[in-house]
């Protein structure tokens, strides 16, 4: 549910949807989208309610440098010539009812 309401919100802004779930042996990027100027990758964190956490707290530095890796390969693999950035979304709610946050930006590559 999370990431299909990620990728309406997304196409909504008028971002171009060019996967969903790409792998990279162990490593993953929820969805890859593009604007005419960036390569955007996107982590989609849900939860049902922010008792404990808010979903983008699950992103760690562990899951960030991940996300770089992954991006790495995706853009060595595509030969990618436009700048990149790491976006958020996160959604809090359910079926019947969900609020959903794009954080742009969310983090910057940390140097490995």
Known sequence: MG???ATSMLV???LRIRNHNWRCGKLEIDIVAESDDEIIFVEVKTRQNTYFADPKDA???KKIRNIVRAADAYIKEYEVD???RFDIVEIVGN???AEIDHIEGAFLPPLM
């Open 3 to 5: 990431e299909a309401m």
């Open 12 to 14: 909504g802004k008028g």
């Open 59 to 61: 992103v760690t530095d």
């Open 82 to 84: 436009k700048p990149a």
């Open 95 to 97: 079926d019947g009812g």
